[in-house]
């Protein structure tokens, strides 16, 4: 690996180990083995790097909770069906305890934004990339083929949920909702509008 990897590698590390405001460019430089001016050479500032590192923290989690994609484990159901966003949902659960420091580490850059004006700017144009890639687990349809619209509508829709559940399972995961429950109350959403 070059300073590069190395940097990115000592910063996802650091960001799990100490958080992002914690997380110091001397911190990084020691945990990759490189030095102070290659974060600015390779990525222009630490903040810039930090975000970049989490950035891929994320991607790795969503690889981690993609049934079919990236967990090993076979999707069944077919794509848009209840069944479908449960045992995507389900797979989401269960990979918690595996993704914990990152929520965590999530919910630490929602909290702080307003001190980190600079990378909140930046976190906010990864959002839509977040978006386009949770929606083809529910609607098996590949990211580079999704219309805006669709991101837009079932992406924020999907992450709305997300961000929401892992609220739960951070906090009290004892009565944090489960994937059944989540279907149940979505199957109930459905029929109450069907009846309007």
């Not at 020691?30 to 001016?37: M, V």
């Not at 950035?55 to 981690?64: K, N, P, Q, R, T």
């Not at 990339?129 to 924020?156: A, Y």
Request: hydrophobic share 40%.
């Amino acid at each position: 690996m070059g300073h590069r990897e190395d940097l990115l590698e000592g910063a996802k590390r650091c960001l799990l180990e100490k958080g992002f405001l914690r997380t110091t460019a001397r911190d990084v430089v020691k945990e990759s083995g490189t030095n102070l001016a290659s974060i600015g050479y390779h990525y222009g500032s630490k903040d810039a790097l930090l975000v970049k590192a989490y950035v891929s923290l994320i991607e790795g989690a969503g690889d981690d909770f993609d049934p079919g994609w990236g967990a090993g484990g076979e999707v069944t159901a077919p794509a848009g069906s209840l069944e479908r966003f449960q045992e995507v949902w389900a797979s989401i659960i269960g990979s918690v305890p595996r993704t914990r420091a990152i929520w965590l580490l999530s919910f630490e850059l929602i909290v702080q934004g307003d001190r980190l004006p600079e990378v909140r700017k930046l976190l906010a144009a990864a959002q839509e990339e977040g978006r386009s890639g949770i929606v083809p687990m529910f609607n098996g349809v590949p990211e580079d083929q999704l219309d805006k619209e669709t991101v837009d509508t079932e992406g924020r829709f999907y992450q709305t949920l997300l961000n929401g559940l892992m609220v739960q399972w951070l906090f009290d995961p004892d009565s944090a909702t489960d994937a059944a429950q989540l279907t149940e109350g979505l199957r109930r959403v459905i029929a109450g509008a069907a009846k309007s």
